[in-house]
């Protein structure tokens, strides 16, 4: 079982949806990451939570926004997507400062845009 | 820039060996990953290796580390069925990971 729970597991919206992609991980853990995976691809990075503050944005389209509350959850919220928005989302988190942190992933969630 | 190449597939039988290639291009990286993907599934970090090391063993699985000609490879002993998914390398990119293309594993019985 993974230590990193994402839900919902699997999401189809509207292109005028609003919805939100929610992952909590408990490890203590002051890293969080969101990664984007299409079909038979490796997964891109999107954004990075360093103690609760963005970090890192790989230059991701303004219709995802990223929120992270405290340092147990992270969210992604989804604003007029567009189909080709749809993907595999998947949550990391790591214990920074230490080296060989390696990234824990949960299972994703499936979203569908149409 | 950085960049991690990949063989796509490979297919074994069950007993066999598996070894997957992994070439990458960030001399700086300190640590390389290997994760496993099943259909459907997350990421499932299986075992990674510091850029000092060159070979990291855990029960099947063993990892061997060029430096110089920036390889790591990922072998699997006595391969099953179970073993059938994606590998993923990954090198360190700032705090974040950036991963091959994938090698997609195919073990028959």
């Known amino acids: 079982d993974t230590e990193v729970t994402q839900t919902p597991k699997h999401l189809v919206m509207g292109m005028t949806n609003k919805k939100s992609l929610k992952c909590e991980q408990h490890?203590?853990?002051?890293?969080m990451y969101w990664y984007k995976q299409k079909a038979k691809k490796p997964p891109e990075l999107m954004f990075v939570y360093s103690y609760e503050k963005l970090s890192i944005n790989e230059s991701v389209p303004s219709r995802f926004s990223p929120e992270c509350p405290n340092s147990s959850l992270l969210n992604l919220h989804l604003h007029a997507l567009q189909p080709e928005d749809s993907a595999l989302y998947l949550c990391?988190?790591?214990?920074?400062?230490?080296?060989?942190?390696?990234?824990?992933f949960g299972n994703g969630t499936r979203l569908t845009v149409t | 820039g950085e960049d991690v190449e990949q063989s796509l597939f490979l297919s074994v039988r069950e007993g066999d060996s598996s070894v997957i290639n992994c070439t990458y291009t960030d001399s700086s990286s300190t640590y390389l990953y290997w994760y496993k993907q099943e259909p459907g599934a997350g990421l499932q970090l299986l075992t990674y290796?510091?850029?000092?090391?060159d070979m990291k063993q855990d029960q099947r699985l063993t990892v061997l580390l060029n430096k110089k000609d920036k390889h790591l490879s990922l072998r699997i002993a006595d391969t099953q069925t179970g073993d059938s998914a994606i590998y993923f390398c990954?090198?360190?990119?700032?705090?974040?990971?950036?991963f091959g293309k994938g090698t997609t594993l195919s073990v028959s019985s």
């Open positions: 990954a090198e360190t990119l700032r705090t974040a990971l950036i």
């Open positions: 290796i510091f850029s000092n090391m």
């Open positions: 490890m203590g853990h002051r890293a």
């Open positions: 990391a988190s790591s214990q920074l400062g230490q080296g060989g942190s390696p990234l824990h």
